[in-house]
Nanobody, 115 residues
């Protein structure tokens, strides 16, 4: 059974940094997949944030370009999201999955950007 477990969230001040992790377990064929980060802010729909392909190419939604960096470690079956220059509007629960989502959603990791 596939399981996605996100971690690394917390409270960060505006301008601060966090590194989120998403560990995949089960038959996910991790190295062959393009992995994505999503986020869902209170009262809003879940939205796509970033992607990293199997060959390491990356793509980002405009509002995080230059601030967030997605990366992956195939040996650990883990995808990361390095957040820098955080803004209050980055406050959300962050998730990983394929795009479109294929696996059951994990519990997410809460990121709160506030002074």
């Amino acid at each position: 059974q596939v399981q996605l477990v996100e971690s690394g969230g917390g409270l960060v001040q505006p301008g601060g940094s966090l590194r989120l992790s998403c560990a995949a377990s089960g038959s996910v064929f991790f190295a062959m997949r393009a992995w994505n980060w999503y986020r869902q802010a209170p009262g809003k729909q879940r939205e796509w944030v970033a992607a990293v392909t199997s060959d390491g190419s990356t793509d980002y939604v405009d509002f995080v370009k230059g601030r967030f960096t997605i990366s992956r470690d195939n040996a650990k079956k883990t995808v990361y999201l390095q957040m820098t220059s955080s803004k209050p509007e980055d406050t959300a629960v962050y998730y990983c999955n394929l795009r479109p989502a294929l696996y059951p959603w994990g519990q997410g990791t809460q990121v709160t950007v506030s002074s």
